[in-house]
């Protein structure tokens, strides 16, 4: 800072009422000015600050406390909500005509009001789950309005202790039934929430019962919808952060073992089984043994060199094949080209760690396996007591007033050896659907007691962990928009707190409300909608009704995934209502994951979603073959459907904006008409030959109207068209046209309208065939017209040429001809040719040969419905020789 503070004199002098001879030490003097300078200059420092932010203080005081409209709702009570859905249940009728409109157009949003109610499922261990919701005064659409936040340690033991409860109901349950999915018949209407679940009291929910005393550290919160909140151990009600005590994290830890892995802690278990390995094998277009097989990532031409002298097979000595091991180990060593490939770690440090089973057992005992030299004691060796007793040791060990361990040293260590996030003491929530329970099941190396279509599983869960982790890119930073928040601000929404089947069964009513308004929009009465989303013509459509009632891909993605989520809010309402208990709805959630592609056609309208289905069979054999091991046998019974469930939630989570998109553009086009009708449609590649032919043939219309008055030029128009496109096909075919009785004006006009399509018809063929030959591009659809039409003028030369033979040939001269037939017959006489004599006049099979020759004459006129002049002529020739064959006989032998 240069100068003097301000408020200082210059020249850095007392400040005033202290003269330069005060009584105060010299020292002390210039203390007092520094701290006088570091007070203002902190002044000046404060101030400026304060300057910097205010505007962004301000934002944040608006945010918080709010002015005016900005400020937030109050929550408002269920029964309104319940009220406004049950009021508006029949959208088809005349009085809802206002907000039908207003349905219709939240239909853009029920795929993302669809994918929250999933996200936010009731998990196992929950009988009854609250959800915030945001609803539309009108009831059109309801949203949940909530994240699934959990603790990731907490949640993992969660489903470990329902793998094993569901593995002993299984065990001791003699005749588990499956419950029925679809849950309803496709006619019986949603269920009323307040009339047949709210007064129900839920049946009991999967729960381990934990130990008052081994559980201590866990048994007040572990199976709460919200654990640790408003504890010390979270950091408020915001629930972002954890932090836990050894006791508690240990606790958690064993609860979860079940589903960790035992081999996460050993690096080398990996070798050649991990990401890099599996890279660089899919770079070098190799598949290691268990491991998935890619497509090559270079596919270059493969050239061979000229043969000489290093490349002689007979000089090459291949003792044994290189292994693929080898070859994705050592890449550089063992493969001719290697690109994009990795270095792999050949080797880690030895895990010295083995995990105790007695949980008495002292922390640091010594085990033979890894201590190979076992401690002394005092009576080996040679040395007698009294020489060790007068051994002066002048050490004392660290630590020695201290205790050698805790109760609590066991747990840590084994905390420290353990996967992650059981080696954390503090972290971070995440949503439900981000942790993966199996994972690190199909990343081991998979049994070879298991059958193929198990391993195979495995190998194609393995290669979409490779493929998701090789393509992997950091998230961006990009500005969040909630679309919540943006819609709670208005005035058309509104906040409460309901039960999940409520929200659940209140979106399956609205979604059907909006497909249903949809159709009848369309004025499609022939089509019925049912309960389940099936959509069943209620007659036989006729090919008009079959065109007018095709929808678009989104209405029937749109559709599927209600009747997924109708089935899944089905099978909780089977449980509130006391129908099946909570092992039965986890196996019928569990079984519907799985075998989506046989409850529903969810594919048929967007192929994409087969992998997911043949993931979730993927994920339910590795499940399966864990589960049903031991004192558990085949059958119903598996109720982990947390794996298949995350598979669904991400499809809807990636296909939510697409949805969208499509869905804005069908309403759009529902409420405002498609915007190219008032475009004037241009002549495009494909309509260039069908735009000529118009024009010729309108300009025909035209000459035709201007000669003749114009009520017969009317009436006489069509028969006109008709007789010119006979015209047009009897040139094609090479067949004479003459209609006998015709104007003259009218048939020289005809005729001109032949010659000139005829000439363009010809020069587009050979125009087009000069583009072929010399390699340009053109479309298939022109090479096969082209060939046709080609063919068809060689034939029309080849028939003129015959035709002129016939009329002017044979253009051979008399000598040549005289020639000609002493050749031949010089030629017949040395081969000792005998003639072969023509049938007698009176042969005994005359009638019935020409009677089968007639037959075969007539059936190719069977299946003509309309005959021009001249075949009318041959068959009306051929109907007069079937009534009289003897006369047709003589006369076909006569002449």
Known sequence: MNGPPPGMRGGGGPPPGMGAGAGAPPGMRGNMQREIEMEMKTKQWIRFQNNKYAALKRKNKKKTTGSGETKGKKMMPPTLLRQLVKEHGDMSNKKFRKDQRVYLGALKYLPHALYKLLESMPMPWEQVKKV?????ISGAITFVHEQPLVIEPIYKAQWATMWIMMRREKRDREHFRRMRIPAFDD???????????????????????????????????????????????????????????????????????LLLSEFEADKNYYYLFDHKSFFTAKALNQALPGGPKYEP??????????????????????????????????????????????????????????????????????????????????????????EWANLEIHAQPLLEEGPLHTPLTQSGIELYWAPKPYNQRQGKMKRAQDIPLVKSWYREHCPTSYPVKVRVSYQKLLKSYVINKLHHKPPKSVTKKSLFKTLKKTKFFEETEIDWVEAGLQLVRQGFNMLNLLIHRKNLNFLHLDFNFNLKPVKTLTTKERKKSRFGNSFHLCRQILRMMKMVVDCHVQYRMGHVDAYQLADGLQYLFAHLGDLTSIYSFKYRLMRQIRMCKDLKHVIYYRFNTGPVGKGPGVGFWAPGWRVWVFMLRGTVPLLERWLGNMLARNFEGRRSNNIAKTVT?????????????????????????????????????????????????????????????????????????????????????ERIRRGATVDKTVCRKNLGRITRLWLKDE?????????DGPYVTSEEGVAIYTTLAHWLES????????????YKHDTKLLILALERLKQAYNVKSRLNQSQREELGLIEAAYDNPHEALTRIKKH
């Open 132 to 136: 915030k919701v945001l609803y539309h």
């Open 187 to 257: 006619e019986e209407p949603p269920i009323d929430y307040s009339e047949n679940v709210l007064g129900v009291p839920p049946l009991e929910a999967i729960r381990m019962e934990l130990d008052e005393e081994e559980d201590e550290a866990i048994i007040d919160f572990f199976y709460d919808a919200k654990p640790l909140l408003k504890t010390k151990f979270v950091n408020g009600t915001t629930y972002r952060k954890w932090n836990m005590g050894i006791a508690q994290m240990a606790n958690i830890h064993r609860m979860a073992d």
């Open 831 to 842: 081969r000792k040719f005998s003639p072969i004599p023509f049938p007698p006049l009176s």
């Open 297 to 386: 990532l270079f596919r270059d031409d493969v050239r061979e060199d000229d043969w000489d002298e290093f490349n002689d097979l007979n000089k090459i000595i291949i003792r044994a094949p290189i292994r693929t091991e080898y070859k994705v180990a050592f890449p550089q060593l063992y493969n001719n080209r290697p690109r994009k490939v990795y270095m792999i770690e050949y080797h880690h440090p030895a895990l010295c760690y083995i995990k105790t089973e007695d949980p008495d057992a002292d922390p640091f005992e010594i085990d033979p396996l890894i201590n190979q030299i076992g401690p002394i004691t005092g009576d080996a060796g040679d040395i007698d007591e009294e």
């Open 799 to 807: 028939q003129a040429r015959q035709h002129n033979y016939l009329k």
């Open 685 to 769: 590649k494909q309509r260039v030959e069908s735009n000529f032919d118009l024009e010729l043939r309108f300009s025909v219309l035209r000459d035709i109207l201007d000669m003749m008055p114009k009520q017969i030029g009317n009436n006489k128009s069509r028969a006109i068209m008709q007789h010119l496109s006979e015209a047009w096909r009897c040139w094609k075919a090479n067949i004479a046209w003459k209609v006998p009785g015709m104007p003259a004006p009218i048939e020289n006009m005809i005729l001109r309208y032949v010659k000139s399509k005829a000439d363009w018809w010809t020069n587009v063929a050979h125009y087009n065939r």
